[in-house]
């Protein structure tokens, strides 16, 4: 079974424009979160999504902001880039939503932002 | 608010010997636990979990100890080999959301 895959793989962009990530999860997957990783933060969750509804969100600006499609496919988007958002942006898929439950991450799509 | 915390940012360990690996957490609604291992430039790959209803989890050359009472939680690698050389994760969940501690690199000396 393919695992997540997330893409761009890098991604360079200056400041003010956006950008928008992808994310397929596993086949049979159907919540999706994004997680932010930084060095001096480490991965911080950014929101997550059941049934193309977002179920939680972290504590991010309005900045970011996400989707998720009826194939459980799900996109994240940031507008207005600033420096501090270069980072390792993270995906991951689980079976379930809520609950104790294992979730697989992809390999991220590495953002600099210029 | 940090709550998972990874108080030793590395560990450096020789090969065949034991790595211990620590994280304490604050949220006592936390009900699930899990480590990761993550190498430069991939995601974090799922190593082994443990729910709040138990105090071990064994899985090959990797052991997770959950002490509730002390909100404390250990991954034992035994033995130790290069290809653990990594950034380990420790995560906790009550719900939807995975709370992440900052990491341990560890390095398996030869």
């Known amino acids: 079974k393919a695992g997540v895959t997330q893409t761009p793989r890098y991604l360079i962009k200056t400041r003010g424009q956006q950008v928008t990530l992808s994310c397929s999860p596993i086949s049979g997957h159907r919540s999706v979160s994004w997680y932010q990783q930084t060095p001096g933060q480490g991965l911080q969750f950014l929101f997550e999504?059941?049934?193309?509804?977002?179920?939680n969100k972290g504590n991010f600006p309005g900045r970011f902001s996400g989707r998720q499609f009826s194939n459980s496919r799900s996109e994240m988007n940031v507008s207005t880039l600033e420096l501090g958002d270069s980072a390792l942006y993270l995906c991951a898929s689980s079976v379930l939503a809520g609950g104790p439950d294992t979730q697989y991450f992809g390999p991220g799509t590495r953002l600099t932002v210029l | 608010d940090q709550q998972v915390k990874q108080n030793s940012p590395s560990l450096s360990v020789q090969e065949g010997r034991i790595s211990i690996l620590n994280c304490d957490y604050t949220n006592s609604m936390f009900d699930y636990f899990l480590w990761y291992k993550k190498y430069p430039a991939e995601g974090p790959t799922f190593l082994i979990s443990i729910s709040s209803i138990k105090d071990k989890n064994e899985d090959g050359r990797f052991t997770v100890f959950l002490n509730k009472s002390a909100k404390h939680l250990s991954l034992h690698i035994v033995p130790s080999q290069p290809g653990d050389s990594a950034v380990y994760f420790c995560a906790a969940s009550a719900g939807y959301k995975l709370s992440f501690g900052a990491g341990t690199t560890v390095t398996v000396r030869a």
């Open positions: 999504y059941f049934s193309e509804t977002q179920r």
